[in-house]
């Protein structure tokens, strides 16, 4: 003999559904990104141009210093040849 179905889970069974829920709506939203503004590429910009000064204005007092050595060792040479 088959058992007996209770009729409050014969009911449970076959209630209606909840409403559908779209899974787009579902969906938990990423976390804000951090959207950098033309503020912040232009500050960027400056601090990369600073950078790039700095290393150039290093560039051209190495480039004077070795002018002035070039400069002495030929006056060296000069006096050598005089003499």
């Known amino acids: 003999m ?3 179905i209770p009729n409050d889970s014969f009911e449970a069974l ?13 969906m938990v ?9 033309v503020e912040d ?3 960027l910009l400056v601090e990369m141009q600073a950078v790039q000064l700095a ?3 290093a560039a051209i ?4 210093q070795t ?3 070039v400069l002495a060792m030929m006056a060296k040479v ?6």
């Open 55 to 57: 290393g150039l204005e």
């Open 67 to 69: 002018h002035l050595r």
């Open 2 to 4: 088959a058992a007996a």
């Open 14 to 26: 076959f209630a209606p559904l909840p409403p559908a829920v779209d899974p787009l709506e579902a």
């Open 61 to 64: 007092r190495d480039m004077r």
């Open 29 to 37: 939203p990423p976390p804000p990104v951090d959207v950098p503004t």
């Open 41 to 43: 590429a232009l500050t």
């Open 78 to 83: 000069q006096e050598a040849k005089s003499s």
